[in-house]
């Protein structure tokens, strides 16, 4: 059964720096395109960053230079470190994957497969 489950969520100060994992169970990540997006209260969900283990990597304009994404081969897991963090970056964080025969950029009807979601609290 196809499971991805996110980690490290909490509340931060600005400027402040989070790590936030995605555990993948069930099939093997190197055949999905893996995103990162996120929900604010009352906000329509915003991709943030999209990468594939052939190295394609690609970020939302308001979190670049300030997020990175990677992944673990080994360990399955894909993470988001996010750094100087503000408080418009407060929202629910979700790993998705979207099968690999299509670029699927930052559309998230794209993504097949949604984790349950960790929040991102960041205060001023």
């Known amino acids: 059964q196809v499971q991805l489950v996110e980690s490290g969520g909490g509340s931060v100060q600005t400027g402040g720096s989070l790590r936030l994992s995605c555990a993948v169970f069930?099939?093997?990540?190197?055949?999905?395109?893996m995103g990162w997006f996120r929900q604010a209260p009352g906000k329509e969900r915003e991709g943030v960053a999209v990468i594939h283990l052939g190295g394609s990597i690609f970020y939302a304009d308001s979190v670049k230079g300030r997020f990175t994404v990677s992944q673990d081969n080994a360990k399955n897991t894909l993470y988001l470190q996010m750094n100087s963090l503000k408080p418009e970056d407060t929202a629910m964080y979700y790993c998705?994957?979207?099968?690999?025969?299509?670029?699927?950029?930052?559309?998230?009807?794209?993504?097949?497969?949604w984790g349950q979601g960790t929040q991102v609290t960041v205060s001023p």
């Open positions: 069930g099939y093997s990540y190197s055949d999905y395109y």
């Open positions: 998705a994957a979207a099968p690999a025969t299509v670029y699927p950029a930052l559309d998230s009807r794209k993504y097949r497969y």
